[in-house]
């Protein structure tokens, strides 16, 4: 059996006025991610993750910033962009662990929610996802609500 780990981080400022969204949810907040696709912090970490597992570089490589096609676009879509590349190279997704750091909003309360919907465009099973989220005790840049950050690890195997 062919086991692969791989890991991802992803940062965004934040900033008034904008959508936040994070693991396909939009939540209710005055702030949200300053960013050429939606923003998800989450998800993009995510995807880093699984691309890692196999050496495939990150999602700035295959969904570059400077391409308009990817201007404001949804994460579930590169998400899953990502999870075929996966399979098509004949691997399978154990597991995802992904933990987002941002003061607030709490987000606790969405956390069933953004497990659903990762499991949904994954295509495996909710308890095969895990979201955590944390605060940093008002510490660095996620504590001054400038900006948030993801890690995530994913498990693939053939």
């Known amino acids: 059996m062919d086991i692969r780990v791989g890991h991802g981080f992803d940062v965004h400022a934040l900033a008034d006025g904008l959508r936040l969204v994070i693991c396909g949810v939009e939540i209710e907040h005055t702030k949200g991610c300053v960013a050429h696709s939606d923003g ?15 050496a495939l570089g990150d999602i700035g490589k295959l969904f570059p910033d400077s391409d308009p096609q990817f201007k404001d676009i949804d ?24 933990t987002i750091a941002m003061q607030r909003p709490k987000l606790r309360p ?49």
Request: aromatic content about 4%.
């Open 40 to 54: 998800d912090v989450a998800i993009h970490a995510i995807c880093d993750s699984l691309l890692g597992a196999l």
């Open 75 to 98: 994460s579930r879509k590169l998400l899953k962009h990502v999870v075929d590349i996966i399979t098509e190279k004949g691997y399978t997704i154990s597991n995802i662990d992904c």
């Open 110 to 158: 969405h956390i069933d929610t953004m497990r659903e919907r990762l499991a949904e465009v994954i295509g495996i099973d909710v308890d095969r996802i895990s979201v955590k989220a944390t605060t940093t005790e008002h510490l660095g840049f996620e504590g001054r609500e400038e900006g948030v950050s993801a890690t995530a690890v994913a498990l693939i195997y053939r």
